[in-house]
Nanobody, 122 residues
């Protein structure tokens, strides 16, 4: 079994910062990438940021470019999302998603965390 657990959400005022963490655990052979998605009420889930574990290459949504930074700690199988200059529009449930090759398989599969609420007040 593979699990992703997110922590770090909460309530913050506009202009403030939060740091999210996502830890992958379980029967993992290799982590291919880790990313953050978010879903606000009535909206589709969207990619926020993603990092390729081996290369460190990153990808960001236009809406967060320059304000959010994704990083990873390979040894800890952990990804972080540093969110600065938060806006009310950033309020959403943030989900961690990771492509992982489990010990029981040959190909990567996508795994999701349970989500963590981020609320930015104006």
């Amino acid at each position: 079994q593979v699990q992703l657990v997110e922590t770090g959400g909460g309530l913050v005022q506009a202009g403030g910062s939060l740091r999210l963490s996502c830890v992958a655990s379980g029967s993992i052979y290799s982590v291919v990438n880790m990313g953050w998605y978010r879903q606000a009420p009535g909206k589709q889930r969207e990619l926020v940021a993603r990092v390729t574990i081996s290369s460190g290459d990153t990808q960001y949504a236009d809406a967060v470019q320059g304000r959010f930074t994704i990083s990873r700690d390979n040894a800890k199988k952990t990804a972080y999302l540093q969110m600065n200059s938060l806006k009310p529009d950033d309020s959403a449930v943030y989900y961690c998603k990771s492509a992982i090759i489990p010990t029981s398989g040959w190909h990567p599969a996508d795994y999701w965390g349970q989500g963590t609420q981020v609320t930015v007040s104006s």
